[in-house]
């Protein structure tokens, strides 16, 4: 293991969490990118619940609501892109079941590089007291991997499961994803909290670094477009979290500093759009999120993509194109 403290259990409901926790991590970093609004929309809070938000989307069926036309765009934008493209999107608007999905090989798979952060986050917010949650952990250097702008600045004084959670989530910091890890039992242990959240697809199996290999066809590391979207629904506008746990997760992806090029480009500047990104080998770059449009419902997007060989680079304007394509079938 690499941080010290016991496994997290699984708890009852959790007071309000502490508001200090993106400021801590922002005087021991230096933000990459452009990151999102602190203020929690009035439609997390306010909202009760959706119980079908618990259970991850059947990653089968397209929707009937994915017109031809739609598709053909999508098959469009992999062929300028020279990539593999898997949109799951729906408009939270309509009551359950009767809702707008839009789906693009909504039931293949696709490593989903950093994403998982968020699934790793949920799963802690869900289990943890908030004793818990506060509890420092300790590391050391030799626990560090590539790309931990948080974590690095923190070795002699440790951090506690509340602040690293942050910097999982806006900073996509994978000594940080390794430390979540932990705490849940490994990559297993996260892998059994998502099937009893309803998620029978996705599949967790290596920490960081290893679960950025990405190779085409290896099963490993790998989800659904649909999976990984209705995870995402469940913690943010679903009945997975308590009310507190679910605007702090909120609050924390609205100030995601990685995500400007991809989602949030694609989408009214008037959005607010609370989402966690991915990159990893051969070419693939994900970001999955919800969006909150003034005035309406939110929308749940997850966008996965790869590009087939193992030195290929992304394109940030694939999700971008990808995500104006959700938002004009949608309106």
Not at 138 to 149: A, C, I, K
Request: net charge negative; with cysteine; aromatic share 4%.
């Amino acid at each position: 293991m690499r941080a010290a403290g016991a496994r997290v259990r699984r708890r009852g409901s959790a007071i309000a969490a502490s508001a200090l926790v993106a400021a801590v991590l922002l005087t021991g970093c230096t933000a990459g990118g452009q990151g999102g609004s602190g203020t929690e929309p009035a439609s997390v809070s306010a909202s009760a619940p959706d119980a079908a938000g618990t259970t991850a989307p059947s990653p089968t069926t397209t929707p009937a609501t994915t017109t031809q036309s739609t598709r053909a765009e999508f098959s469009a934008l992999e062929n300028k892109y020279g990539a593999r493209l898997g949109v799951f999107a729906v408009d939270t608007s309509a009551p359950s079941g009767s809702e707008k999905t839009i789906a693009y090989r909504p039931g293949e798979r696709f490593a989903f590089a950093s994403t998982y952060k968020a699934l790793a986050a949920g799963i802690l917010f869900k289990q943890s007291t908030e004793d818990e949650l506060d509890h420092t952990i300790h590391f050391t250097e030799s626990d560090l991997v590539d790309y931990s702008p948080v974590t690095e600045k923190h070795v002699a004084s440790g951090m506690t499961v509340r602040e690293i959670i942050a910097a999982a989530l806006q900073y996509s910091d994978n000594t940080a994803a390794n430390l979540m890890l932990d705490q849940l039992g490994g990559p297993a242990g996260l892998t059994e909290s998502l099937r009893s959240l309803g998620d029978t697809t996705t599949s967790v199996d290596r920490p960081e670094p290893g679960v950025n290999e990405a190779i085409p066809k290896d099963p490993r590391d790998t989800t659904t477009p649909a999976a990984i979207a209705g995870d995402l629904r469940s913690f943010l506008l679903g009945g997975a979290l308590a009310a507190p746990r679910r605007a702090e997760m909120t609050t924390l992806m609205l100030g995601n500093t990685t995500g400007a090029p991809w989602i949030r480009a694609g989408v009214p500047s008037t959005w607010k759009i609370a989402d966690k990104t991915g990159n990893a080998s051969y070419g693939t770059r994900n970001d999955i999120a919800v969006a909150y449009p003034p005035g309406r419902a939110p929308i749940v997007i997850a966008l996965l993509s790869d590009r087939g060989t193992v030195d290929a680079t992304s394109d940030d304007g694939l999700l971008a194109d990808a995500t104006r394509i959700v938002v004009g079938a949608l309106e």
